[in-house]
């Protein structure tokens, strides 16, 4: 079955720097979701991508975030200026078409802002 | 804020009982979707039951949804050890089924 897949698993980040997650959707999937879940929190919406451009945005994401997808596969959220309170798992998801199609989550980054 | 929210935020049993989960929500919605959690992993699909939809099943699992109560149960039967996770409920909104919230999950401890 097909599978969102994340890289890095981990990675650690000096305060201040900036970071990059990777993902990469299933193939045939045109919706492009970021989330944040900091330990033991919920699941945050961060971010939804469609047609190249942003549909949706929380009030989490603001301009130390961005997204891009550079290629036909890659999905990635970038991190500016990264504070000790950015440490979180980071969640990609995609979905199909129809708006009843469910999202399929990749298993996440783990960021650790040192 | 749309968020839904599950409760119990714990629960614990025994192999082979059932565990239900619920889950409230605020606003309007087109779809519910249930996921599981394992520890330190991602979200794993479930079920994705529709507004217009009041019961659907899917294996073990069992899933009710109430609109005019903006509720949803989840069901797992003859629970097993390999069940034990967080469990969260999903919804979007009427208006935009592009942008999702979760809620607070239940943590469910199988005990064999």
């Known amino acids: 079955e097909p599978e969102v897949t994340q890289t890095p698993s981990h990675q650690v980040t000096q305060m201040g720097q900036e970071v990059i997650l990777r993902c990469v959707p299933i193939?045939?999937?045109?919706?492009f979701y970021w989330y944040r879940q900091i330990l033991g929190q919920k699941v945050e919406f961060l971010v939804s991508?469609?047609?190249?451009?942003?549909?949706?945005k929380s009030e989490i994401f603001d301009d130390q975030f961005s997204v891009e997808r550079p290629d036909g596969s890659n999905f990635t959220l970038k991190i500016r200026s990264t504070k000790l309170e950015d440490s979180a798992m980071y969640f990609c998801?995609?979905?199909?078409?129809?708006?009843?199609?469910?999202?399929?989550f990749g298993d996440g980054t783990r960021l650790s802002i040192l | 804020s749309q968020q839904g929210e599950e409760d119990p935020q714990a629960l614990s049993i025994q192999e082979g009982e059932n565990a239900t989960m619920n889950c409230s929500y605020k606003?309007?919605?087109?779809?519910l979707q249930w996921y599981r959690q394992n520890s330190g992993r991602g979200l794993v699909h479930l079920i994705l039951?529709?507004?217009?939809?009041r019961e659907k099943h899917s294996g073990r699992l069992r899933v009710t949804l109430d609109t005019s109560k903006k509720s949803s149960s989840l069901l797992i039967t003859a629970s097993r050890a390999a069940d034990t996770a967080s469990y969260f409920c999903?919804?979007?909104?009427?208006?935009?089924?592009?942008?999702?919230?979760f809620g607070s999950g239940t943590k469910l401890n199988v005990k064999p």
């Open positions: 998801a995609s979905r199909g078409t129809a708006s009843n199609q469910p999202q399929h």
């Open positions: 606003t309007s919605i087109n779809n």
């Open positions: 991508f469609y047609n190249n451009e942003i549909s949706e």
């Open positions: 193939s045939n999937h045109l919706y």
């Open positions: 999903a919804t979007d909104a009427l208006d935009n089924f592009n942008k999702f919230y």
């Open positions: 039951i529709r507004s217009n939809e």
